[in-house]
C-alpha cells in the first residue's frame, strides 16, 4: 500500500512513465467477446440478411434505410460547380469582390453555406500564399538595392 501523507501520494506502486505492463497487449489482438460475436454473425449473415431484405420488401422504413445506407453510401465531398465569375488571380485589390461573388452565390442557392466557407478559406490560403510571395520578392529587391556595409 502507497504511503500517504497529506493529499499527495509520496510513493506509487508504478513509476512515472513507466507501463505496468511493458509488452501490453499484442498488436492485432481482439477482445474476446467481438471475435465471438463475429463468428456468430458470419454462420448466420446471409439469414441476417435475407431477413432485413423481406422485412424491407414489406415496407419496414428502418430496414430501408440499412439497406440504402450500406448499399449508398454518403457522399463526403463533391465538386464545387456553382458558375461563379472568380478572376484567374486573386489580389489583395479584388478580394472582395471575389468573396462578394462567393457570397451572392451563397444567398442565391447556388451554393450551400458550407460550401461557400469552404471556398472562402481556400481563397484566404491562396491569398496568404500570393501576399507572402509578393512580400518576399519586394524584400529580396530592397536587400540588393541597400548599399553594403563596410567593415573599416
Known sequence: MPEKTG???TSTRFKPGRSGNP???PKGARNRASV???????????????TVINAALSGD??????IVERLVPPVK??????????????????????FGEVLKAVAGGRLVPGEG???VEMMNLYLSAHEYAE????????EQ???????W
Open 135 to 142: 512580400l518576399s520578392e519586394r524584400i529580396d529587391e530592397l
Open 117 to 119: 466557407k469552404t471556398l
Open 77 to 98: 465531398e463533391r465538386p464545387i460547380d456553382a458558375d461563379l465569375k472568380l478572376p484567374e488571380t486573386i489580389t489583395a485589390s479584388n478580394a472582395g469582390a471575389v
Open 145 to 151: 538595392a541597400a548599399p553594403r556595409n563596410k567593415k
Open 23 to 25: 509488452s501490453g497487449r
Open 61 to 66: 422504413m428502418t430496414a430501408c434505410r440499412l
Open 7 to 9: 493529499r499527495k501520494q
Open 36 to 50: 465471438l460475436a463475429q463468428t456468430l454473425m458470419e454462420a448466420e449473415s446471409e439469414a441476417v440478411v435475407q
